[in-house]
């Protein structure tokens, strides 16, 4: 293991926070705690004045969000590696910050030496990634949502979501049962579900069926 000191900023709108990572960090052999930011816009402003190697970003905080502070990190292309720190691990919190450009998603109930060893393993370019959030990325990843159902596959879950049977969405689309079949496969594997009803209900809630 390298001997080198990482350095880093931490970045969180309740000093509280902010003053419990730095000395946990300036308590610990291998980290120098360069600033810290209490917003996202800070956030970009300290990184590029203070060039450090790992950003520990908050999410949710006044005055600048993290994933935007993400983004223009991103897009500037900073040298240090964000580490996202936080309490939410919902699908509209982790997936804007992963796609933004953080390289680990840790909760902020996570113990000590595993927070060490998240931001050594940021520092060297590696993902982290809490289980919790490990799990949800790759099951959105096994169905992204991003890759849309075709015309015909909205036909057949159409004909689904009003109890059709496969005999009888074949009849009504003059197709066979064994392609109906496999419109149903790809239907599951696109909304990441196991069956019709979890089809149906995730379109839904997707807004591919209905208002």
């Not at 982290?128 to 909205?154: C, F, K, M, Q």
């Not at 496969?185 to 208002?211: E, N, Q, S």
């Amino acid at each position: 293991m390298s001997t080198e000191v990482i350095t880093l900023i931490v970045v969180d709108d309740h000093p509280v926070v902010r003053d419990g990572l730095r000395g946990m960090f300036q308590s610990a052999p291998g980290f120098q705690v360069l600033g810290e930011a209490s917003n996202g816009v800070e956030a970009v402003a300290l990184t590029a004045e203070l060039d450090p190697d790992v950003v520990l970003m908050d999410l949710r905080m006044p005055g600048g969000g993290g994933v935007d502070a993400i983004t223009e990190l991103t897009r500037r292309g900073a040298r240090a590696r964000v580490l996202v720190l936080t309490t939410y691990d919902t699908d509209s919190d982790t997936l804007p910050a992963i796609e933004a450009g953080a390289t680990g998603y840790l909760l902020k109930d996570a113990p000590r030496d595993e927070l060490f060893t998240a931001v050594r393993a940021a520092a060297e370019g590696r993902t982290v990634l809490s289980p919790a959030v490990a799990s949800r990325l790759v099951s959105r990843v096994r169905a992204p949502g991003n890759e849309p159902l075709s015309t015909r596959e909205r036909e057949v879950l159409a004909l689904v979501a009003r109890g059709t049977s496969n005999r009888g969405i074949a009849a009504e689309l003059f197709i066979s049962e064994a392609t109906v079949k496999t419109h149903l496969t790809h239907i599951y594997g696109k909304l990441g579900v196991k069956d019709r009803a979890a089809a149906v209900a995730t379109a839904y809630d997707r807004g591919i069926l209905g208002a």
